[in-house]
């Protein structure tokens, strides 16, 4: 069984991206792994082109170099699909086949892709009245009301139809931050798309704290459930008795044993779920963070009863 780990372009912000890549590649190589890069929304176009040409498997964090992000939820499908044609240009530019996005927002208003200012420009295209407390966090109550459930519908529908009209493509979706406005934030709201899903484990954790869900029994039943194509890994910060407030919430952190999130038990539920694809979504994610997934990935038993 052969695993992957990859570079989310979130690690090559800072410094030579190529040097950084080399060594990571080596590394992973050395230990057996297979190497890859993940082009995150983020990704600038200079950085792009220097490592369009490497000879690397990639994967799309989608949208790229779109001026919106991705709606499911839009009644439009037309918009749909507008917003989705920069990313396959690019696909099939760098001929990859697999790609991910977050693609449930409570609006029919467009989300501009400016990854930088997101609570920003989700608070000029989501009503205010899903901030719980005036915080950037969704109020739970939100997420039991009709129109949540007709936007679920929607979503799933259009899903289906983006995946019908790009056969060609695996299309995953990536559960949320539980910001304003986002919908796919329990495992209940992962599973009913019933489509490929991209696991976000810090995205998981934030959520499991905002609605008092066992974390690490609910990651394990997400993996069992669900058509996990691949996982986001890193270590979010925010403690069990999150204030809501920032810096908290999505810290995209390098991987740590400082904090409340157990990185450790979290790898062995993956290894033990036969979960193959990690991406290092890490804030300049560095060697060293390359080196703890591998080091705590092998010291894993698979017959581990978490």
């Not at 790229?64 to 240009?89: A, C, K």
């Not at 695996?170 to 304003?180: A, K, M, Q, Y």
């Not at 406005?181 to 899903?197: A, D, F, S, V």
Request: net charge negative; glycine share 4%; hydrophobic share 35%.
């Amino acid at each position: 069984m052969s695993v992957k780990i990859e570079l989310s372009t979130m690690c090559l912000r800072d410094g030579n991206p190529l040097v950084k890549i080399k060594q990571c590649r080596e590394f992973i190589e050395s230990q057996n792994f297979e190497f890859g890069i993940q082009l995150h929304n983020s990704v600038t176009r200079d950085l792009y082109n220097t490592i369009e040409g490497l000879d690397v498997q990639f994967t799309v964090h989608a949208p790229v170099f779109s001026q919106y992000f991705i709606n499911l939820g839009n009644n439009d499908f037309r918009t749909v699909l507008e917003n989705f044609q920069n990313t396959v240009h690019v696909m099939k530019a760098l001929r990859c086949t697999t790609t991910l996005f977050h693609g449930f927002f409570m609006t029919q208003k467009p989300i501009k892709n400016d990854p930088d200012n997101y609570g920003k420009v989700l608070r000029d295209a989501i009503d205010g009245k899903y901030r719980l407390n005036n915080t950037r966090v969704m109020d739970p109550k939100y997420l039991k009301t009709e129109a949540f459930r007709n936007y679920q519908n929607t979503v799933k529908e259009h899903m289906k139809q983006l995946r019908a009209l790009y056969p060609e493509y695996v299309l995953c979706l990536e559960n949320d931050f539980p910001g304003i406005g986002n919908g796919n934030q329990t495992p209940e709201h992962l599973m009913y798309p019933e489509c490929p899903i991209w696991l976000d484990t810090g995205h998981l954790w934030a959520s499991s704290i905002l609605h008092k869900f066992d974390y690490y029994q609910e990651l394990d039943r997400v993996c069992k459930k669900c058509q996990v194509i691949g996982v986001h890994l890193n270590t979010n910060r925010t403690p069990l008795n999150w204030s809501l407030k920032r810096p908290d919430g999505d810290t995209h952190s390098h991987f740590s044993r400082e904090y409340d999130m157990d990185m450790d038990r979290i790898i062995a539920i993956l290894k033990k779920n036969q979960i193959t694809h990690f991406t290092l979504e890490i804030e300049d994610g560095n060697l060293e963070d390359v080196a703890f997934f591998i080091e705590s990935y092998k010291q894993q038993n698979p017959s581990n009863n978490w």
